[in-house]
C-alpha cells in the first residue's frame, strides 16, 4: 500500500496506515488527507456540529498542514447535501478574473505564449480567491456554529506548530522553483528546506485568522486584509485592485446529474468541467459493461483509455464558463450523442482520429471556434475531503491554489499563498476559455455523490488537475463494476489519458496488459507516477454504517463516529 509513497514501508508501519486511512461509524464520517484536518473535524462532529460546519473547520486546517495544495489564497467547489430537503447544491467559490485582464494577457510581444512556469508564478497569474465566500456562504445557509469557533481549531494548530510531513517534504523538493522571496523565506530558513518531523509554526497566518475570527469573512475581502493582498499583487506586475475583491461574486449551482447503471449521479456543474466529463466517461463505458473485464484486464484499460480520450477532445472543445457562452451540456450528455462517440472504440487499436464530436446536433445554440492550446501545463495540486454527520447530510469539497503553492507569492505578514488559477484560462485566445474580466477559468474539480433508490450511497473527490476526472470515475467503476470495497477501490492503480496517445500510469498495474495496450499503439510514460489522492465515504443504509477510506498517497486520515461519542 505505501508503493505510491516512494518508499517500502514495513509491515508495522503499513498497518497503521491502513488504521488510519479506514474507519467504520455509525453517527458520522471524516475523511481528509491530514491526519490534524481530520481530528478537527471529527471534534466538531463530536461536539454536536454537521457536515458543513465540519467542512468549514477543516478548510482553515488545511491551510495550516496542506499549504502546497490549499488555502484561503484560493478557489474551490463545495457540494452539499441537505438530507432533510433531499436536495444537492454546490458553493461555487471558484477564483473569478479581475477587470484588468485581457485575452492575450500570457502572450509575449511577439504574441507567443509565455512558458508556463514563468506565466504561472507571475502576479497575472492570480485570481481572485473565491474558497472563503462558499464556505461563508454555505455555513450561513446550513450551519449550526459560529465560523469564530471553527476558525479556533485552526489558530491553535498555526500558534502551536505542525509537523512537517512527507508530503511538504517532498512538495519543497519538487517545487522550490514556484515560490516568490517570502514563501522561500518562510520554508527554507536560512537556505534550508524544511524537513519531515521538523515544526512548523504560523504566525502571520494565525494572526489573519484572528482578523477573520473577529470581523468575519468580509475582512478579506475589504480592509487590511485586502489592502495587503493588492498592494503584493502590485509589485508582482499583477492586475488586481480592490474593487475586483469587493467585487467577488458566489454563485450556488445545481449540480450535474448523471445515471450509470443504476446510480444517480450528482456532480460539480460549470465552470468546472469534471462533472460533466465524469458522467460523460461513464455513459461511453455503460455501452460496453465493464463488469465482464477483469480490473486489470488489457480490456478493461482499453475501454476506460478510449473513454477518456473521447470526453477529454469534448472537454477541450467546449468547456467554459456559463455565464458567457452557451455550453452544449445537453448534447453532450445526449444519449444518441453518446453512441455516436462510442462507436470510436474498436478494441482492434487505439483509435489515432479520436477528435471533439458535434454535440450541438443534439441542442439548440451556437458552437464558438476551438482553438488549439499548447500541451505545456504541469500537473497541478489540489485537495479534496467529505463529512457526513448524524443526520445524513454530506459535505464534499474540493479547493486548491492550482498548481503547487499557487503563484507562489505568499501575501506579507499574512502568511497565506495566493492561487495561480487564472493560467487554466486558454493562452491562446479566441475560444470558450479565453481570458476576460470577471470570468470563471474551466476547472476539472468533480466533488460527487452518488445516489441509490433516492438515498446517497457514496460521496468522494479528489485533486490533481485534469486527473481529478479521471481517479473519480475509476473509483466509481471499482465499486460498481469490480464489486471492490472502498478502501480496494481507491487503491487499484490509476491510468490518466487525455485526448492525445499518452498515459499516465500507477505502479501496480499489469505489465502483461500494458504491453498488450503498447501493441495496440498506446504509448505510457517513461516511469510510474501518483495520479490523484481519493477521499470517500461510502453509506450502507441497510446496517447503518459508514465506511470511509482515505487514499495512500498523501497521509490521509478516515475518522468515524457512534453515537455515545457525540455530546448532547
Known sequence: MGYRRGKSLSNDMEKQSHERETAVGTAGMVVSPHPVATDIGEKILKEGGNAVDAAVAIQFALNVVEPMMTGIGGSGFLMVYDNKKKDVKIYDGHTRAPKGVHPEMFLDDNREVIDFRKRSTHGTAVGIPGILKAMDTALEEHGTKSLADLIQPAIDAAESGVQVNWVLEEALQNFH????????????????????????????????????????????????????????????????????????????????????????????????????????????????????????????????????????????????????????????????????????????????????????????????????????????????????????????????????????????????????????????????????????????????????????????????????????????????????????????????????PLIEWEPGISMEAKGEMESKGFEFGDEPSRIGNVQAIQIDHGKGRLYGAADSSREGKAAGITENQIKS
Not at 493582498?229 to 499583477?238: D, H, M, R, S
Not at 471556434?369 to 474540493?398: L, Y
Not at 491554489?401 to 486558454?426: Q, R, W
Not at 473509483?475 to 472502498?486: A, G, P
Request: one cysteine or more; glycine letters at 8%; a negative charge.
Open 177 to 500: 522553483y514556484r515560490l516568490g522571496k517570502e514563501a522561500k523565506a518562510f520554508y527554507f530558513p536560512e537556505g534550508k528546506p524544511l524537513n519531515e518531523g521538523d515544526s512548523l509554526v504560523k504566525e502571520h497566518l494565525a494572526k489573519t485568522f484572528r482578523i477573520l475570527q473577529n470581523k468575519g469573512i468580509s475582512a478579506f475581502y475589504e480592509g487590511e486584509i485586502a489592502e495587503a493582498i493588492v498592494a503584493n499583487l502590485k509589485e508582482e506586475g499583477g492586475f488586481m485592485t480592490l474593487e475586483d475583491l469587493k467585487n467577488y461574486r458566489l454563485t450556488v449551482d445545481e449540480p450535474i446529474w448523471g445515471e450509470y447503471k443504476g446510480y444517480k449521479i450528482a456532480s460539480s456543474a460549470p465552470p468546472s468541467a469534471g462533472g460533466l466529463t465524469v458522467i460523460q466517461i461513464l455513459k461511453v463505458l455503460e455501452k460496453f459493461d465493464l463488469s465482464q473485464y477483469d480490473a486489470k484486464s488489457w480490456e478493461k484499460y482499453y475501454l476506460i483509455t478510449e473513454a477518456m480520450r473521447l470526453a477529454f477532445a469534448d472537454k477541450i472543445a467546449y468547456s467554459g464558463d456559463p455565464e458567457f457562452s452557451d455550453l452544449p451540456i445537453k448534447g453532450l450528455l445526449h444519449d444518441d450523442y453518446i453512441g455516436e462517440r462510442a462507436k470510436a472504440v474498436s478494441f482492434e487499436r487505439r483509435n489515432d482520429a479520436i477528435d471533439y464530436g458535434n454535440p450541438w446536433k443534439y441542442q439548440e445554440g451556437e458552437p464558438k471556434q476551438v482553438i488549439r492550446q499548447p500541451d505545456d501545463m504541469e500537473k497541478s495540486e489540489t485537495t479534496h475531503f467529505t463529512v457526513v454527520d448524524q443526520w445524513g447530510n454530506i459535505a464534499a469539497c474540493t479547493s486548491t491554489v492550482e498548481h503547487p503553492f499557487g503563484s507562489g507569492i505568499m501575501v506579507k505578514g499574512y502568511g497565506f499563498l495566493l492561487n495561480n488559477e487564472l493560467t487554466d484560462f486558454d493562452a491562446n485566445p479566441g475560444g470558450i476559455n479565453e481570458a476576460q474580466p470577471d470570468k470563471r477559468p474551466v476547472s476539472c474539480k468533480s466533488p460527487t455523490i452518488l445516489f441509490k433508490d433516492d438515498k446517497p450511497v457514496l460521496t468522494l473527490g479528489s485533486p490533481g488537475g485534469p486527473t481529478i476526472i479521471g481517479s473519480v470515475f475509476q473509483t466509481i467503476v471499482n465499486v460498481i463494476d469490480h464489486k471492490m470495497n472502498l478502501k480496494e477501490a481507491i487503491e487499484e492503480p490509476r491510468i490518466f489519458a487525455s485526448s492525445g
